[in-house]
């Protein structure tokens, strides 16, 4: 039969309710309060929840609102209460609960209601990836979350200064609208044609490393911000570069202001959210369970330990196809790091389209090979040019070209 929560503060409530529905062949766990709540449903997703709303910790209609912006509202949701409204009741249902019972709750109406609830699926979906809403404990991404809405309700085109371990893939997922359209520019080598663009109406579009982009594909983005507007399309940019750099570059002086006229600065990093890191792994975790791409799986302390301490160079991406690397590698229940530790994650690797025209694929590959090279060295120009057997002057000609930017002020040893 299924396992069934129930979330109530009044002890005698859970425990005649569980009486009820353990005798129709129910499993059944209780939780006093949310916390509880909480901790049983991140654990292992009940098939349905009875939930109060008034508790001392958190109400009842505001753990649902956690659970459906977190992409957790994966089971049927009924609430209970003694003292409850209309509006209280149609508020409940907006967010996804399917059912409202009130208080003393008779019980053919209880089992009603499990039966209904039990039949069909939660009326909110399980989003496609997760969003920066999955994550209300941590402080600097709650006020980027903020920022990203704010700058939304002022244009459709965000521009994102980043740096390396950058969150802007989820910060994008944050700002697409539910059961809308998801189109990543990174990873489209084409021509980007009006028919893909008018296709994705009223979608989010993401390109992840602007300063990468080929003059060809310059081109294409400026004719897909003329193209915002008309197709209902928000876009988020992300950008290791800054608006003189780019121009430095050869990039022409209207797109880039038109790019630039909307920045957001200061976005944290992974290495700015390191104490967040087991908590955002762990719910990174459940939603890969939730969405049925890996079992049920948990971490054992010393791989969030690990998880904790590594540099997320790659960034949200990197990170992500780690975890789901490491649960579906494992075959316990619990994940523990194989011999010789974290392994490489796809994101590391960056695989170069053999579809691409070979000039720009040798120029990806260039990219790659110097970004490495780079981050080794630590920006210093005079050792990079020892180790790559290039003369510094064309070496600085080559890392422009590229959309590679380093101080002078790292040319010394």
């Not at 109400?59 to 409850?84: C, F, N, R, Y």
């Not at 609960?97 to 209880?110: G, V």
């Not at 809308?180 to 044609?193: A, C, H, N, R, S």
Request: charged share 25%.
């Amino acid at each position: 039969m299924a396992k069934i929560l129930i979330v109530d503060d009044e002890i005698g409530i859970r425990e005649l309710l569980s009486e009820i529905l353990r005798d129709e062949g129910h499993d059944v766990i209780q939780a006093e309060d949310a916390a509880a709540a909480r901790a049983v449903r991140n654990a292992s997703c009940p098939d349905m929840v009875l939930l109060d709303i008034w508790m001392p910790d958190t109400d009842g209609i505001t753990l649902l609102k956690e659970w459906a912006a977190a992409g957790q509202l994966t089971m049927p949701v009924v609430m209970m209460s003694g003292h409850g409204t209309i509006d209280t009741a149609v508020e409940a249902t907006r967010i996804g609960a399917i059912d409202y019972l009130e208080k003393p709750i008779a019980l053919q109406k209880l089992l009603s209601a499990v039966r209904r609830g039990l039949q069909r699926q939660p009326s909110v979906p399980v989003p496609m990836a997760l969003t920066l809403a999955a994550f209300p404990d941590s402080a600097p991404l709650r006020e980027l979350h903020r920022r990203l809405r704010q700058a939304a309700g002022q244009s459709r085109l965000i521009l994102l200064q980043t740096g390396q371990g950058h969150l802007a893939e989820l910060a994008a997922r944050s700002l697409q609208a539910p059961g809308k359209p998801w189109l990543d520019l990174g990873t489209f080598d084409g021509v980007y044609e009006p028919t893909r663009l008018a296709a994705s109406q009223g979608g989010q579009l993401y390109l992840p490393a602007l300063e990468r982009l080929s003059r060809s594909r310059q081109k294409n983005l400026a004719a897909i911000v003329d193209r915002l507007e008309r197709y209902d399309l928000r876009l988020l940019v992300a950008c290791n570069s800054n608006r003189e750099e780019l121009l430095a570059a050869g990039w022409e002086p209207a797109l880039v202001e038109r790019l630039f006229s909307h920045t957001l600065t200061g976005a944290p990093t992974l290495a700015d959210i390191r104490d967040d890191l087991p908590e955002l792994a762990c719910r990174v975790l459940r939603h890969l369970v939730d969405t049925k791409e890996v079992p049920m799986r948990r971490f054992s302390p010393a791989t969030l330990s690990q998880l904790r301490r590594r540099d997320w160079h790659g960034g949200y991406g990197e990170l992500y196809a780690t975890i789901r690397s490491l649960a579906q590698a494992s075959t316990e229940e619990e994940i523990n790091l194989p011999e010789g530790g974290l392994p490489v994650s796809d994101s590391q690797i960056s695989p170069i389209s053999f579809d691409l025209p070979l000039r720009e694929a040798r120029e990806a590959f260039e990219r790659m090979y110097f970004e490495h090279h780079l981050r080794l060295e630590r920006g210093n120009i005079t050792r990079l040019a020892q180790k790559t057997g290039l003369e510094r002057t064309h070496l600085y000609r080559k890392l422009r070209q590229l959309g590679l930017h380093c101080g002078r002020q790292h040319e010394e040893s």
